[in-house]
């Protein structure tokens, strides 16, 4: 089985919380979209209100994926242990780009109630393929990052294998999750991801526009997901 763990500097309360309340989970699972079959309300639903159950701060997702909330000192520890392959052979040919899903969402529910309890967010989402590796072409690491719509001073929020979260003042304090995984025998033509989370009255728009044609230049079969 596979864990992830994350500290959260935020009482056992508010975290579980932001696991409980739909309108909470809102602030940091995933990005806003909208499909043939729902959007991002429908999943928020389906994973976390569909044949689920808790005991105290421990919560087992339907597909067996489980939660601890516990204190820690200086805050919170979150570890999701995900059930191991072979509960939904289904699911067993995505289990991994699952996991990395978990890991991008877990530190956006760190960012979320450290730096924006309770605050809405806006969201824009960009996927790809191919050998070119954003963290790298942006220049990560380093201390002042020049992105497609702002040149910002660059503070890592999280790194793990195959991602980096960056704090983004021009957005409101936002985040930038950048995820690279190269081309390997499971995926042929690598997997490419970057997830913006913009607060206040950041123009979602003109950072769309700037974003998309930057992305574009360098993962054109992500044209799809724009038509």
């Known amino acids: 089985m596979t864990g992830i763990v994350v500290t959260v500097a935020a009482p056992v309360e508010a975290v579980w919380d932001a696991l409980r309340d739909k309108e909470k989970i809102r602030h940091w699972h995933g990005w806003e979209y909208e499909g043939p079959q729902g959007g991002l309300e429908e999943e928020i639903d389906l994973i976390y209100f569909t044949e689920t159950s808790e005991d105290g701060t421990t919560l087992t997702l339907g597909n067996g994926d489980e939660f601890v909330v516990e204190p820690v000192e200086g805050g919170s520890r979150i570890t999701l242990t995900r059930a191991p392959k072979g509960a939904n052979p289904d699911w067993d040919a995505y289990y991994d780009d699952v996991t990395e899903g978990w890991i991008t969402f877990l530190h956006q529910l760190r960012f979320a109630v450290e730096r924006h309890p309770g605050e809405p967010r806006r969201t824009l989402f960009y996927s790809g393929n191919g050998t070119i590796n954003p963290i790298t072409e942006l220049g990560i690491p380093t201390d002042v990052l020049a992105l497609p719509d702002a040149t910002v001073k660059a503070d890592t929020f999280y790194t793990s294998d195959h991602q980096v979260g960056i704090e983004v003042d021009a957005w409101g304090n936002g985040l930038l999750v950048l995820s690279h995984i190269p081309p390997g025998d499971l995926k042929p033509e ?38």
């Open 190 to 227: 690598g997997a490419t991801m970057a997830v913006l989370s913009l607060y206040g009255d950041v123009d979602r728009d003109e950072v769309d526009a700037r974003w998309r044609a930057w992305w574009l230049e360098r993962y054109p079969k992500g044209l799809e997901m724009f038509d």
